[in-house]
């Protein structure tokens, strides 16, 4: 079986989770491929994005074309 440990992250100099209460294991009834992890590791790369949180990779001016733009990637990666 293939799952997932999924919760709100983890503390980068303890290396413990950030809310372990809200962690939960999602087992996965199906096959997951790497063609799966990469679409999923550019979506969260885009939501980061458009969130702002990964500023050492990219920075928005935060402009609306910037919205847009982030907008626009998402939609493909989720509905491509």
Known sequence: MTGAL????FDQVTRQPVFPDHDMEVTFDSEIT????QVVN???????ISMRTDEAQFTLDAGPRDVVRCQNKIRELLFA
């Open 34 to 37: 790497i063609d799966d992890l």
């Open 6 to 9: 999924c919760g709100l992250g």
């Open 42 to 48: 550019r979506l969260r790369y885009w939501m980061n």
